[in-house]
């Protein structure tokens, strides 16, 4: 399903997928409605506000909001889908992302500390993984002797609690 609002530099587009489960699709449906009445509302209010100071609808800044898909995993017991979302409004851009992960047995939305209890793990398990496997797999070698910042303090900063939470 592909909802689009064009008018000239300003767009708002918003895509998802019908699978035919009925709580799933309602799910996906009333998310992406939302998200695009969202953004059709704040292309509004700009309008609106940019019009107050005077500026003429010629002069408008440029809006564009995309949502889109990508491939998603499905089994026979979940749905797990990742909606990348851009957002610019003149200047430089802002990426975003959407996860909804579907439990098909129980007809429900799976949350991370759901999954995390089910697995007897946490955040501090998998972050600790994360550091390990980033200052220490081959993989990332080239990284570590890289002439800009300090790497292993890149790494402690970037997998903190905090900085995953945002």
Request: proline share 2%; glycine share 6%.
């Amino acid at each position: 399903v592909v909802l689009e609002d064009k008018d000239g530099e300003r767009e708002v587009t918003v895509e998802y997928p019908y699978f035919g489960h009925e709580k799933l699709d309602q799910l996906i449906e009333e998310e992406m409605e939302s998200t695009f009445k969202g953004q059709i509302d704040s292309l509004e209010k700009l309008r609106q506000e940019l019009s107050s100071d005077g500026f003429e609808d010629e002069n408008f800044t440029k809006y564009f909001f995309n949502r889109t898909m990508e491939e998603p995993i499905i089994t026979d017991e979940v749905v797990s889908i990742y909606f990348r979302d851009y957002l610019n409004t003149g200047g430089q851009g802002v990426m975003g992302s959407v996860p909804i992960n579907f439990d098909l047995k129980k007809e429900r939305v799976l949350t991370l500390e759901e999954v995390l209890k089910e697995h007897g793990t946490s955040l501090d398990i998998i972050a600790e993984a994360m550091r390990e496997k980033l200052m220490t797999d081959e993989r990332f070698a080239q990284y570590r002797h890289d002439a800009v910042g300090d790497y292993a303090s890149g790494v402690a900063e970037e997998t903190s609690l905090e900085e995953m939470e945002r």
